[in-house]
């Protein structure tokens, strides 16, 4: 009844069977004791990094503290010298303007003047000539 073709494997054969093909079974707890501590491996490099990272950061942070400390007081004397040369920009240039007025003033009494030493030479001309003819 039973043709060989239809017959399965019995429990002995398979074990003969995978005996025959792979003769040590795979160790499934070291692989995984392996990626556990490949895990912890990664996490300690990582915990590294970050801390490389914080120290970094926080040197970073106190350069760049200090530099703007030393940028705001370079600032505010940059700023004391600003206002000292505005007010002795408005000084002078107040003084410029009196000068002006006093140059325009000086300008115009010689104008003045100049008419009055023309009229005094023509007086003197005339009497000069009154003078000749008698």
Partial sequence: ????????VSDTELN???KNQDKTPPNYVFQRANKRSREDLLREQLDEFKNEIKEMMS???????????????TLK???????????????????????HKKVALLENQNKE??????????????IQIGSRSA
């Fill in 77 to 99: 004397e940059i700023q004391q010298s600003n206002i000292k040369i505005e007010t002795s920009i408005d000084f002078l240039t107040s003084q410029n303007e009196e000068l």
């Fill in 113 to 126: 003047d100049q008419k009055y030493i023309t009229l005094l030479e023509s007086k003197i001309e005339e």
């Fill in 16 to 18: 003969l069977a995978g």
């Fill in 1 to 8: 009844m039973d043709s060989p073709t239809n017959k399965s």
């Fill in 59 to 73: 040197l970073f942070s106190i350069k760049h503290c200090n530099e703007i400390q030393q940028m705001t007081t």
